[in-house]
């Protein structure tokens, strides 16, 4: 046999070897190699990374379209396990897995669920397709085309009711005619702690049918105790920043005398400083006396550009009125030093309502 047989004959083992991978006795196999819902995934590789996933599927699936696309795990996403975000003006296409519905299910589930939202963002990127919630005749186009390619499930909807459920720890029911009527009974269920409203689109409805009041009946486990500590914490940290802070204020600067009330004296004149507070208004009224100036000043039109301030001083209570600290509640930064307790009261009012 000479070496052109030999590279021929190789060859054509090649194709039949390639051809048996795609042939349907194949894809029953255990291969690992058959396909992207194996069950030997399911063993070999439980917990996948989501971005090497993305780029093997845009690669294979989506002629590697998709390489702007960001794709990320979402904590906080509950009521369905993919999303699919994209704004044209920013040039932004996002891919968000839940991470709380999805780590319940098996591996093809999160693999279905990728593939899923990437058709989506196909669309979106290479076809302008504006209509975030559309599963039209472009999208089941490419939900069959990689279904018969590799033996995937993907799906029009992805909720998993079960998992869904598990979150939806706070419940509220209606007291009124609604509570004996099917499929609800009066429930509500959700996992964040938002009570029924006006907010909802369905309120102005159950007003007219039913008019009832919404009654929280169940809650997470200790989620009451949670909350109460965290207003005691709240309240420890504003008593601190409010002791640290007149702490802090002696610092402020080395030439002022903090004295409340009393005479500054300063070679033959006096300044006068006083704080007057109507504890019934909670009003601060500061008045200060007229400070003449002594020594030198600029000159206007002289090259000298020495002045001497040494025996210049601010009093007391001008340098807290214009000194700014930090609110450790809403972090502004821009709260006069003067008014920071009103400001801590009117935001613990806040917080709490």
Same mark, same amino acid.
């Given at each position: ?15 039949v070897?390639l ?5 349907? @006795? ?7 190699? %058959? !396909?992207?819902?194996?069950d ?16 093997q ?7 590697g379209?998709?390489?702007? %696309? ?23 296409? /996002?891919?968000?897995? /839940? ?11 999160l ?7 990437? =058709?989506?963002?196909?669309?979106? *990127?290479i076809?302008?397709? $504006? ?9 089941? @186009?490419?939900m069959? $085309?990689?279904?018969?390619a ?31 009527r ?37 809650e ?10 965290? #207003? ?17 204020? #002696?610092? *402020?600067?080395?030439? =002022? ?13 006096? =300044? ?8 019934d208004n909670?009003? !601060? ?13 600029? %000159? ?7 002045? /001497?301030?040494a025996?210049y001083?601010f ?9 700014? %600290? ?5 972090? $502004? ?7 920071i307790?009103?400001?801590l ?9």
């Amino acid at each position: 046999m000479d070496q052109t047989d030999w590279c021929e004959d190789n060859d054509f083992a090649l194709a039949v070897a390639l051809s048996k991978q795609d042939s349907p @006795e194949s894809k029953n196999s255990k291969d690992p190699t %058959v !396909s992207i819902v194996d069950d030997y995934w399911e063993i070999n590789d439980p917990n996948p990374d989501i971005r090497a996933l993305f780029l093997q599927y845009n690669q294979s699936y989506f002629w590697g379209k998709l390489l702007s %696309v960001e794709v990320r795990w979402s904590p906080k996403m509950t009521l369905c396990a993919g999303l699919c975000i994209y704004q044209k003006k920013a040039g932004y296409c /996002s891919i968000r897995l /839940s991470q709380p519905l999805l780590k319940f299910r098996p591996r093809r589930d999160l693999v279905q669920t990728l593939l899923h939202e990437m =058709i989506h963002a196909y669309l979106f *990127v290479i076809h302008d397709n $504006r209509d975030h919630d559309a599963h039209g005749p472009c999208f089941l @186009e490419h939900m069959h $085309r990689i279904n018969s390619a590799t033996g995937a499930n993907i799906t029009v909807y992805h909720n998993f009711h079960d998992e869904v459920n598990v979150y939806r720890q706070h419940w509220w029911r209606c007291n009124g005619p609604c509570k004996d009527r099917s499929p609800f009974f009066g429930y509500v269920k959700r996992a964040m702690n938002r009570a029924p409203s006006k907010n909802d689109p369905w309120w102005s409805d159950h007003q007219q049918s039913c008019g009832g009041t919404f009654i929280k009946v169940k809650e997470p486990e200790g989620y009451g105790e949670k909350g109460k500590k965290r #207003k005691k914490l709240d309240k420890d940290n504003d008593n601190q920043t409010k002791i640290t802070d007149f702490h802090h204020a #002696k610092k *402020v600067n080395d030439n =002022i005398d903090r004295a409340q009330g009393t005479s500054i004296s300063d070679g033959s004149r006096s =300044i006068n400083s006083e704080k007057s507070v109507d504890n019934d208004n909670q009003n !601060s009224s500061i008045s200060y006396a007229t400070i003449p100036f002594s020594g030198k000043g600029y %000159v206007l039109g002289s090259n000298d550009d020495k002045s /001497s301030t040494a025996n210049y001083r601010f009093p007391a209570l001008m340098a807290d009125e214009l000194r700014y %600290v930090k609110c450790p509640i809403c972090h $502004r930064t821009d709260i006069r030093h003067s008014i920071i307790n009103e400001h801590l009261d009117n935001c613990l009012v806040l917080k709490e309502n």
